[in-house]
């Protein structure tokens, strides 16, 4: 199989230093993937929250307890698509439903799905690139009313509906009609560009403080009157000139007043209540204003006269989609319990004392302020990009580039940086809307690749939460992810039914890796002493003795491996297994029993590399494809064996390296720095067939990207050490 033309490869003319070859792929990759924080959105608590497997929950009988039967209530949301795609969606039905996108019906509920409600159905949807516009709608019968409706990969692909009228644009979350005694025509369905007054009903929930609570001040509405109690606002002053400006700030409070402008405090009220007048000289750019007040009155807020025309206006301390001013509020708090006003300004942590933390609001009914993250790679978490950024990273290290290394660590530091904050949401609103596989950890997936990568990291700059976060992984790999009796790592539970009680030879890496890093940080044996245990269990589980190679899974429904050596599930174990040795003491009682196995190992996929130097995607079947990133697994393992001494008859795996790097640079990598043949992320089967025809290759999949850097990066190291040795 031949992926480009020949004269499409990296090498083409050129025989391009591999150095060159790593710097075009990982600029690539940077250039394809920039960095792009979490974009902050008001969230309606009064709404829809979603569950931990990212459904909504729309139980509308709870909702509405009076409801007639046979009434019809109306749920609308819409959904943002960079491009047409064909999205998996999951329903479970309280009672009828139907749903339509983009005004066209693309489900309908039967008899079976309205009497079982725990009955979860699947459906796809064609999307179109832009707005898509979702419309419930929900019948109630004796059996209920609602519904629970949302992605069908959550893992794959959380998603995050967004409230489709333009009185609420930028705001997350449904809105939903008042009960109807009337279905709705198609014709008539709310679409893009649609406010509210045009559908002609009343949308929930509220948007609007109501009569009584606009006559409040800002802080009674939204923290009551509870004396002795304190809260916050911040906001931003920005001059746009060029020069500092002069600016008087008025306005009337009711409770104390302290303004700090950048942390300091400028001005503090000497009456519980009255008007101010505080005049500023401020220099160029944005500044930083927060309001702190403690109640001391029935009406406590405040109010600013607005600013007379110059350069200098309030904006926004953050951008904030759905905010409809410039304003954000946080509070309440006991005087013991209140931050420094300094410590406030920020988006990335909670406030309050364990157990009564709060974040930001604003001043709009029940709406607070949440992070979502918006884009498919930069600040994501998960185990194919924890090896694509440890690639990355090695790449920046060995060619000197420190924006390379600059760039895994701002990602990592993104996930971790919130990593207490998702906590906190999570527990809140059901599914954060940043860090779902690390909050959320429920497989070695979750958890092990990228924690991996974290360390490595964390050693090159230190990385806020990234303790914490390696901490929570440990004790999930030690004490909660199960196990057999013997201690075996194994999967109790899957995305099917078919794969509930296996073995899978992927799972050393996505936990071995780390446990040997984690025991660098910590100095505890007993995280190395775990990683080693776990690879001879799965010996004895998963080695075909005869070939020297491993069974891709063991399932014990059956007792008995697949009986297919799956090239990357290969991969997996060797890589792994020489992050392992390179960490373990040369005394440890393993140590030689490890080593024996590599060496067994690397025999065996010595004698199954192809004539051009790739391995095939079923490692026994050189009918299947050339696969890219299993071949970078075996090279990589291959060059740090020989480097580290742990095999003797160096001259074959010298050779299988170097051959490796010229098949895979030559048939996988373009001149543009496109990586191809990567085998996509893997179900299992009894059939070789499915790994050969059904399991196909993705262009620039994050499974082997790191790994093709990492296998270049080898290359460079061992030809260095052969030169000097």
Not at 110 to 134: C, M, Y
Not at 180 to 190: F, I, K, T
Request: glycine share 8%.
């Amino acid at each position: 199989m031949t992926y480009f033309h020949e004269r499409e490869s990296i090498m083409q003319g050129n025989n391009a230093p591999i150095e060159e070859v790593l710097a075009t792929v990982t600029n690539r990759f940077i250039g394809s993937h920039p960095k792009k924080a979490p974009v902050f959105r008001t969230f309606n608590r009064s709404g829809f929250l979603r569950k931990s497997d990212y459904r909504y929950e729309m139980n509308l009988h709870e909702v509405f307890p009076n409801m007639q039967e046979g009434s019809y209530v109306y749920v609308w949301g819409k959904l943002w698509m960079e491009q047409e795609n064909d999205l998996p969606f999951r329903v479970s039905c309280y009672g009828p439903v139907r749903v339509y996108i983009n005004g066209e019906r693309k489900f309908q509920s039967n008899i079976n799905h309205e009497v079982f409600p725990e009955l979860k159905t699947d459906f796809r949807a064609r999307l179109s690139q832009g707005w898509n516009h979702f419309v419930l709608e929900f019948v109630k019968t004796g059996t209920g009313c609602g519904g629970r409706f949302g992605t069908g990969s959550a893992k794959g692909f959380p998603l995050h509906f967004l409230a489709p009228s333009v009185e609420r644009e930028g705001q997350e979350g449904w809105i939903y009609s008042e009960p109807q005694s009337e279905r709705w025509s198609v014709a008539n369905l709310p679409e893009n560009g649609y406010t509210e007054a045009d559908t002609g009903f009343k949308w929930l929930p509220h948007a609007e403080w109501s009569e009584k609570a606009s006559s409040q001040g800002c802080f009674s509405r939204l923290f009551g009157n509870v004396p002795g109690q304190q809260a916050f606002a911040w906001s931003k002053l920005n001059n746009s000139a060029y020069k500092p400006q002069h600016v008087t700030l008025r306005g009337l409070h009711q409770g104390s007043l302290e303004l700090y402008l950048n942390g300091q405090l400028f001005h503090q009220a000497s009456e519980d209540r009255g008007s101010f007048s505080v005049p500023l000289s401020l220099s160029p750019g944005n500044h930083d204003l927060v309001v702190k007040s403690t109640c001391t009155s029935a009406d406590w807020g405040l109010q600013w006269e607005s600013l007379s025309e110059g350069a200098i206006q309030w904006t926004s301390p953050h951008p904030v989609e759905g905010l409809r001013d410039t304003w954000l509020y946080l509070g309440p708090f006991s005087t013991s319990s209140a931050p420094a006003a300094g410590d406030t300004t920020r988006l990335d942590k909670v406030f309050g004392p364990e157990g009564d933390e709060t974040f930001w609001r604003a001043d709009q009914p029940d709406t607070w302020v949440r992070p979502y993250l918006e884009n498919t790679m930069f600040g994501k978490w998960n185990y194919p990009l924890g090896v694509t950024l440890y690639g990355i990273l090695q790449t920046g290290k060995e060619l000197a580039r420190k924006s390379y290394i600059d760039y895994v660590a701002d990602h990592i530091e993104q996930c971790t940086s919130y990593n207490e904050y998702a906590h906190w949401d999570s527990r809140q609103y059901g599914a954060p809307g940043l860090n779902s596989q690390l909050t959320l950890i429920d497989s070695l997936d979750d958890c092990g690749s990228f924690g991996a990568t974290m360390l490595q990291t964390n050693k090159e700059r230190e990385l806020k939460g990234a303790r914490g976060v390696a901490d929570n992984i440990a004790h999930y790999i030690t004490s909660v992810q199960d196990r057999l009796a013997d201690d075996c790592l194994y999967r109790v539970r899957g995305t099917v039914d078919f794969m509930k009680d296996t073995i899978w030879c992927d799972d050393l890496y996505m936990s071995t890796p780390f446990l040997s890093r984690y025991y660098e940080l910590t100095q505890d044996i007993s995280y190395l002493n775990d990683a080693a245990k776990q690879f001879l269990l799965y010996k004895s589980k998963l080695f075909m003795s005869d070939k020297q190679i491993m069974h891709h899974v063991y399932d014990m429904k059956f007792d008995k491996p697949n009986g297919v050596p799956w090239g990357r599930g290969n991969g997996w174990v060797l890589f792994s297994l020489t992050e392992l040795l390179s960490v373990m003491p040369e005394d440890h009682d393993l140590r030689g029993e490890l080593i024996s196995f590599l060496q067994e190992l690397c025999e065996g996929y010595l004698r199954l590399q192809g004539v051009r130097g790739m391995w095939h995607q079923v490692l026994t079947d050189p009918k299947s494809y050339e696969e890219a990133s299993c071949t970078s697994m075996f090279m990589y393992a291959f060059a740090r064996a020989v480097r580290f001494g742990w095999i003797v008859n160096t001259e074959p795996y010298i050779q299988a390296v170097f051959k490796g790097w010229d098949g895979l640079a030559a048939t996988c990598i373009d001149k543009s720095g496109n990586i191809y043949g990567v085998c996509r992320g893997s179900g299992y089967s009894f059939s070789s067939l499915y790994y050969k025809d059904q399991l196909s290759w993705l262009l620039n999949d994050t499974h082997g990207i790191g790994i093709v850097l990492l296998a270049g990066i080898e290359t460079i190291r061992l030809r260095k050490f052969l030169t000097h040795s």
